[in-house]
């Protein structure tokens, strides 16, 4: 079961960049990473998804090393709305079953005016 | 399509008693997903259907928790008897497939019933 480690909170302002970088040491070949992003008093909602390289769509962009040791969620200029938690997960790889699929504690991201 | 639709919204209710959790997953939709939110543990996966059969209840915390899918639109999360560490946020979450090539199908999730058990 690939574990994943994100910062517990970050902050930031209004027009700015922001990435988060989430660690996944113990990967599987087959997994995939994936975000989502929850407002307060809201069910989780996909963001991105990707196994390699870079993926963009036209909320974020998802960097992906080499080694997919670990994968950064892009946020473009950043305004007060993306202000939610981001969760990064990994797996599962096919046939496993959704059980191997954790979300963990996730990122508050703050963003300020 | 009105998204996945949970009732109710709030639930308060006394330690011992019954609690029925509901949920109407997007239409065409082959999974079913329970999930339970806490501060201290966040996001965890209780349970999953699949074209209504439980695939996966290895996340269920203990006996006094139960999940049925008698039909493709119609779920229910039982908790009997409840107790006041049950009090979370329960999603349910629906998706059109689980895997295609190793990709995880995106999981649409429902607006969340708030549990208080006092």
């Known amino acids: 079961l690939a574990k994943t480690t994100q910062p517990i909170s970050m902050d930031s302002y209004e027009g700015q960049e922001v990435n988060i970088t989430c660690s996944h040491n113990?990967?599987?070949?087959?997994?995939?990473i994936t975000w989502y992003q929850q407002f307060p008093s809201q069910g989780p909602r996909f963001i991105i998804q990707g196994y390699k390289t870079k993926v963009t769509n036209e909320v974020a962009s998802l960097f992906i090393p080499a080694d997919r040791k670990s994968s950064t969620l892009s946020l473009p200029r950043v305004s007060l709305s993306d202000t939610a938690v981001y969760y990064c997960?990994?797996?599962?790889?096919?046939?496993?079953?959704?059980?191997?699929?954790?979300f963990g504690k996730g990122t508050m991201l703050l963003v300020s005016p | 399509d009105a998204g996945v639709i949970q009732s109710p919204r709030h639930e308060v209710t006394e330690m011992g008693q019954e609690v029925t959790l509901r949920c109407k997953p997007i239409s065409g939709h082959d999974y079913l997903f329970w999930y339970r939110q806490t501060m201290m543990r966040g996001l965890e996966l209780l349970i999953y259907f699949n074209n209504n059969v439980p695939i996966d209840d290895s996340g269920m915390p203990e006996d006094r928790f139960s999940a049925k899918m008698p039909n493709a639109s119609f779920s229910t999360l039982k908790i009997q008897p409840s107790e006041p560490r049950d009090s979370a946020v329960y999603f349910c979450a629906s998706s059109l497939e689980g895997f295609v090539g190793g990709e995880t199908d995106t999981q649409y999730f429902g607006p969340g019933t708030r549990l208080t058990v006092l």
């Open positions: 997960l990994v797996g599962p790889p096919p046939n496993s079953g959704y059980s191997t699929l954790t």
């Open positions: 113990n990967i599987a070949t087959n997994d995939y």
